[in-house]
């Protein structure tokens, strides 16, 4: 916003006060008039205009699926469609909405040729299960079944010291 300057001549305490009056009320019609324009951003607009936008872009809100997420998942609507059907792209995706890394696996040895396995951690898992099933629905490939392996991370403590032990070979003969 533009700040208003009176000139010198007309500086003085009640010129300042209505200076300040004038300065408040344009930078109150300028939220009122910059209001529309606000609520095209996913993230900031208001949940009516949030549910018009998702619905435009394609996207439905599940069952518990906190506001954070479900703007995240209208903001991206336009980017996770063109990367769909990658693997690249459907890393992209995970990242986007917050779910973490994932490891994917394609034409699996000894395994028919449509099944996709990803690996995920189990706190992934525990934490987004319908996201999971709603991404491969709408994001993954068509004609593609997938399976989920949960990695599970533990901490192992290894400690190396010197010991000093003995070998020795014997043999005998009669």
Not at 64 to 74: A, C, I, K
Request: proline residues 5%.
């Amino acid at each position: 916003m533009i700040r208003l300057k009176l000139p010198f001549w007309l500086s003085g305490p009640q010129l300042s006060k209505l200076r300040r009056a004038c300065q408040h009320f344009w930078e109150q019609v300028e939220t009122w008039l910059y209001w529309p324009v606000r609520q095209l951003d996913p993230l900031t607009c208001t949940p009516g205009a949030l549910d018009l936008l998702a619905w435009q872009r394609g996207v439905q809100r599940f069952d518990g699926e906190s506001m954070g997420l479900y703007r995240l998942r209208v903001r991206y609507a336009f980017v996770n469609a063109r990367d769909a059907g990658s693997v690249a792209g459907l890393k992209r995706i995970f990242e986007r909405l917050l779910i973490g890394y994932v490891e994917i696996e394609e034409r699996l040895p000894e395994r028919d040729w449509d099944v996709i396995k990803l690996h995920l951690s189990d706190r992934q898992m525990a934490d987004n299960p319908e996201l999971l099933q709603i991404i491969l629905r709408k994001y993954g490939r068509i004609c593609r079944r997938y399976e989920f392996e949960v990695l599970t991370p533990l901490p192992i403590q290894l400690r190396s010291a010197h010991c000093g032990h003995d070998n020795g070979f014997l043999s005998a003969s009669l």
